[in-house]
């Protein structure tokens, strides 16, 4: 089990946990389908609707204008088959989900700071025009810089 799964599982059981995790974004899920039903969800317990079903997701990436992104992604049927596995990943408490989202998060960090640390390395082997070590060191201390503080708010 993953995750992922677990938090849009329990999501689509109990919609308000996604208030016991307000720094989780759509942008920490790695799986795009993942990522659209907790946009659609979102939307959805914004707008005080906690029936979770294939028409409220479809309606509600619609309505925020994001569809397009997931259209052959996730679909009624898709949608509907994520629901009825639900049951088995869903969360009990908030404790839980908390903890799955905390696990989401995380995740997420490791794949932007690999993807920082990834870009560093280029910076450090440019040979076209390379850097002095001045403007090297003071771009590469930037970008992890930036994306430690990306997520110093989740802490």
């Known amino acids: 089990m993953t995750s992922e799964a677990a938090v849009i599982a329990s999501l ?3 919609p308000n946990l996604i208030y016991h995790s307000e720094e989780l974004i759509a942008e920490h899920f790695s799986d795009i389908a993942n990522r659209g039903i907790y946009k659609a969800i979102k939307y959805l317990v914004d707008k005080g609707i906690n029936r979770i079903d294939p028409p409220n997701i479809i309606e509600a990436l619609s309505s925020s204008g994001e569809y397009e992104k997931y259209k052959g992604i996730l679909t009624i049927e898709k949608i509907q088959e994520l629901i009825e ?8 408490t908030p404790e839980e989900y908390a903890m799955f989202a905390k696990k989401v998060m995380d995740m997420a960090f490791r794949r932007d700071m690999l993807a920082a640390l990834k870009y ?3 910076v450090c082997g440019e040979e076209e025009k390379p850097p002095d070590k001045d ?4 771009e590469i201390y930037k970008t992890i810089d930036e994306t430690i503080s ?6």
């Open 120 to 122: 560093c390395i280029r």
């Open 135 to 138: 403007e090297m060191q003071s």
């Open 150 to 155: 990306a997520y110093s708010m989740s802490d």
């Open 12 to 14: 689509i059981h109990n």
């Open 85 to 92: 596995m639900s049951d088995v990943l869903t969360r009990g």
